[in-house]
């Protein structure tokens, strides 16, 4: 009978490992595509877009058309702007409103909490005509101010719903014992309880980072200028309506995901860590 149930656990096992490790090769299936095919010609990459590159047919034609025909530092730039000062904004922001709904019970307290969950589930996106009028009128059409208020804004429902899970779970005799010695509550946030909760902020930072580099649609739509243009946008410039440089473009997207990576990589175990407390609680 046990030998029956631990033969069990190990085909369960090898199932379940199996299924990760088939949707592990799904997801990086497209990702491994663009980086091997922005090594080939333009012939190798429609003749045989699965095969490796070889030492007769590799070529860095696509990066060398990119970095002379395109402004690839200041895209680069652009979207390092963007990215950074949002996700600054939204883990700011976001943990402030998250102590004060987790520690504070206030009137519309539960009301605040489930506006914020409906703005998880609408998407921005449906807004892209209002935002446009408001950025206009404002006079932030065509600047990186108005990509950064609307990612932040983006981000904030997730940011604040995450982080307060989170926060209830800091001990009330740790806070109460910094209030007792005089600590003020914003010292208390950011000294004693943002420590205790940096899985949390990783995974926002994770989950919310790579929407915002990633993002085509606002970028086109509120900042199009060659000035403002984020990696994606200047990657779409190698798209013709006649003739596509799909060299530059397999090029170029390979050059935006690395940052990612690398981001990811330096995330990666703090991301771990606050799913893995996630699904605990």
């Not at 379940?16 to 663009?34: E, K, R, S």
């Not at 609408?122 to 404002?138: A, D, H, N, Y």
Request: aromatic share 10%; glycine share 6%.
């Amino acid at each position: 009978m046990t030998q029956r149930i631990a033969r069990r656990f190990q085909i369960s096992t090898l199932a379940a490992h199996l299924v990760l490790i088939g949707f592990t090769l799904l997801a990086l299936a497209p990702t491994l595509l663009v980086i091997m095919n922005s090594f080939k010609p333009r012939k190798e990459i429609f003749g045989a877009p699965l095969a490796l590159p070889s030492f007769e047919t590799i070529t860095l034609i696509g990066y060398d058309t990119v970095l002379k025909r395109g402004d690839i530092l200041h895209y680069f730039q652009n979207s390092l702007i963007v990215t950074v000062c949002a996700l600054f904004f939204i883990i700011l922001f976001g943990a402030m409103a998250a102590f004060a709904l987790s520690e504070y019970r206030f009137p519309g307290n539960r009301l605040i909490g489930l506006f914020l969950v409906m703005g998880i589930m609408v998407p921005i996106r449906l807004g892209t005509v209002g935002i446009l009028k408001m950025m206009v009128s404002l006079g932030l059409a065509n600047t990186l101010f108005a990509l950064i208020l609307v990612y932040t804004a983006q981000g904030l429902p997730m940011a604040v719903f995450v982080m307060s899970e989170f926060m209830r779970q800091v001990s009330d005799d740790l806070k109460n014992a910094a209030r007792v010695d005089g600590l003020s509550e914003y010292t208390i946030l950011f000294r004693l309880v943002l420590p205790v909760v940096r899985p949390a902020i990783a995974t926002i930072a994770v989950f919310t980072m790579v929407p915002i580099w990633n993002d085509l649609w606002f970028p086109l739509v509120l900042a199009p200028g060659e000035s403002t243009r984020t990696m994606t946008l200047g990657a779409q410039s190698f798209i013709g309506q006649f003739i596509t440089d799909w060299n530059a473009v397999l090029a170029a997207l390979t050059l935006a995901i690395v940052p990612m990576l690398i981001l990811y990589l330096m995330f990666s175990r703090q991301l771990i860590r606050g799913i893995t407390a996630g699904a605990v609680k």
